[in-house]
């Protein structure tokens, strides 16, 4: 029981210690060597601030003074100042002094036991040179930097090698007129490679002036402009921002503060490098380590930053840059902002593409196909044009014989005329007429018939539909007469321009006849009749083929057009199909119906020439 009541008092005295060691905090007083607003310091002091609250376990009370005598190099004001300093903090002593740039360092050192002797003091954002480490007191740590000011501007004479001119932007403060002298120092070894100008004995307006009618192949360094030669202080941005807004040469510096607008870029110090180890440092110091086993090693200047704004602006190619630079604030390519729509639309042109293709190819295919077709139908058609001069080869003998028999009369009855001793010569002109005409005759129906058996390739022309219907009906006349079928025929009274082929638009007329002369062959001959109608119906030609025959099965109607159907018992099954495929590769229709009393009627519509589009 007294164990258990020990532990509890011991838990309870450590919950208490804990909770004492979580509210407890901290003060940390912040010295600017020239005041809050001016660059590169305040960037420091906010990224020190920054790192202080990322890492401190306690709660911090962070109060930040200006050395605003550092601008002239009068220590007169300093007195009244640690006067101030003294009376503000008499009741609390900070837990931990932080001076941000050599002038707020070497003030501390000047007055630590006039101030604060015992607390821990930290010095950053100097350079080492500034400082002596032998000097340092033993409650004093430091976190320095290292400029190496030859290296920062052979690094821009690299990327930038045509330069012939540097014009050193620099104020007339004690610690600017200071860092003139080391710079000139350090770079002496490059005074045969560019001429370098300083103007920190003008007034600010007067350097724009000479900045802004530098000649070509000029740089600007900038160093710091706290106060120009007539005392003018610039805080924060305004004379970096007015010196980039007039100048006619690009701008590179020793410190990234400044960098993000106005400046080229190069290798520079890092404020976030040197505030996240003056961060580190200060909580260790606030922990309670010894300030002088600290030993930080400067921070020398980051891997090279370009503004790639700039690099643009100033024609510096990024093939000159070092191998280990970045490059900020690059203008995202199209590439890089619709990359995704991009490659959604080269998909679907590619796609598009593809179908394009395809539909090409088969259009292609399709094409040759339909040059095959009107071959082969030319073929078929010249093959059914063969079929049918043979089964017309009776009609075609009788139509030639006629007048042959009639020229051979006439010439008989001739040579006896002529061989009277008085000659009847008005006789004898009507004798010779007679054979002119009987000669024609014959010629026509050979004409006829070679051009019926004639192989052409496909050639349409302007037609009147009711010519071949006339030569049609005449070229059947004779055959009607010997089937002992009453043919009758009418055109229509004013012309019906077609395009077309005549041979072909002439086969199908010769087919539907045929066959409507073969369909009458089993009907007595009394009732034998074919009518051939040609006629205008809206904007068609139409030229119907009608018989008295026994008309076609109704449920035969939809295939009778049908390739190899044929209700005739030694016919092939290929006219019908032939002709509609000519009828519609001329564009027009055929169809065939039964009519009301009896026969079959068929109709060609084509349409007229006039009207094509």
């Known amino acids: 029981m007294l164990k258990r009541l020990i532990t509890i008092c011991a838990c309870a005295c450590l919950l208490q210690s804990g909770s004492l060691h979580a509210t407890e905090h901290k003060e940390v007083l912040i010295v600017h060597s020239v005041g809050r607003e001016f660059r590169p310091w305040n960037e420091y002091a906010r990224q020190i601030r920054t790192e202080l609250d990322k890492q401190s376990p306690w709660p911090l009370d962070v109060r930040e003074h200006s050395l605003e005598s550092a601008r002239s190099g009068d220590s007169s004001p300093e007195l009244a100042f640690v006067q101030y300093l003294s009376a503000l903090y008499a009741e609390r002593v900070p837990d931990l002094i932080v001076a941000v740039g050599a002038p707020a360092a070497a003030f501390v050192r000047r007055h630590r036991q006039q101030l604060f002797p015992k607390a821990p003091a930290l010095f950053t954002a100097i350079d080492q040179r500034r400082l002596q480490y032998s000097d340092i007191a033993q409650n004093d740590a430091i976190v320095a930097v290292r400029h190496d000011f030859r290296l920062l501007f052979e690094s821009f ?194 796609l598009q593409g593809g179908m394009i293709s395809g539909l090409l190819y088969e259009r292609r295919r399709r094409q040759i196909a339909e040059v095959q077709l009107r071959q082969r139908m030319t073929e078929l058609a010249h093959a059914n044009r063969y079929s049918m001069a043979g089964e017309l080869a009776a009609t075609i003998s009788h139509e030639l014989n006629q007048p042959l028999g009639a020229i051979l009369v006439n010439s008989e009855t001739l040579d006896a005329i002529l061989q009277s001793p008085a000659p009847d010569l008005s006789e004898l002109r009507e004798i010779v007429a007679d054979i002119r005409r009987d000669d024609q005759r014959a010629s026509d129906v050979i004409r006829h018939l070679r051009a019926l058996l004639r192989k052409s390739p496909l050639e349409l022309n302007d037609i009147d539909l009711n010519d071949p219907v006339r030569e049609t009906v005449q070229f059947f006349s004779a055959l009607a007469v010997a089937r002992s079928v009453e043919l009758n025929s009418s055109v229509a009274p004013i012309p019906m321009p077609v395009r077309g082929n005549r041979v072909q638009i002439q086969q199908v007329i010769l087919n539907l006849i045929v066959n409507a002369l073969d369909a009458m062959s089993t009907i007595p001959e009394d009732q034998r009749r074919l009518a051939v109608v040609g006629a205008r119906v809206d904007r068609f030609a139409e030229v119907s083929v009608s018989d008295t025959g026994p008309g076609i099965p109704p449920d035969k109607l939809k295939e009778i057009f049908d390739p190899f159907f044929s209700t005739k018992e030694k016919g092939m099954g290929m006219g019908l199909s032939i002709a509609r495929t000519i009828v519609e590769a001329h564009g027009g229709q055929l169809t065939a119906e039964n009519r009301a009393g009896r026969g079959a009627m068929f109709r060609m519509r084509l349409p007229l020439a006039a009207l094509r589009k």
């Open 157 to 350: 004479l690299r990327v930038s090698p045509d330069t012939k001119i540097v014009a050193m932007v620099n104020g007339n403060s004690p610690n600017e007129l200071f860092w003139r002298d080391e710079i000139q120092k350090e770079l002496r070894p490059l005074e045969s490679r560019a001429d370098i100008r300083w103007y920190d004995n003008l007034s600010f307006q007067d350097i724009l002036k000479q900045t802004a009618n530098l000649p070509p192949h000029s740089a600007i360094f900038w160093n710091t402009m706290v106060v120009d030669a007539t005392g003018v202080p610039y805080e924060g941005d305004r004379a970096l921002t007015t010196l980039y807004a007039t100048a006619n040469a690009p701008i590179f510096t020793h410190d990234d503060a400044f960098f993000g607008r106005e400046i080229i870029g190069g290798p520079m110090l890092s404020a976030r490098a040197l505030s996240r180890e003056a961060g580190a440092v200060a909580i260790r110091l606030l922990g309670g380590e010894k300030p002088g086993s600290i030993r930080i090693e400067p921070v020398g200047y980051a891997k090279p930053a370009y503004d790639w704004r700039e690099m643009q602006r100033w024609g510096i190619s990024e093939s000159r840059l070092p191998s280990d630079s970045e490059v900020y604030f690059r203008e995202p390519t199209a590439w890089d902002k619709y990359r995704t729509q991009i490659l959604l639309i080269c998909g679907l042109i590619l």
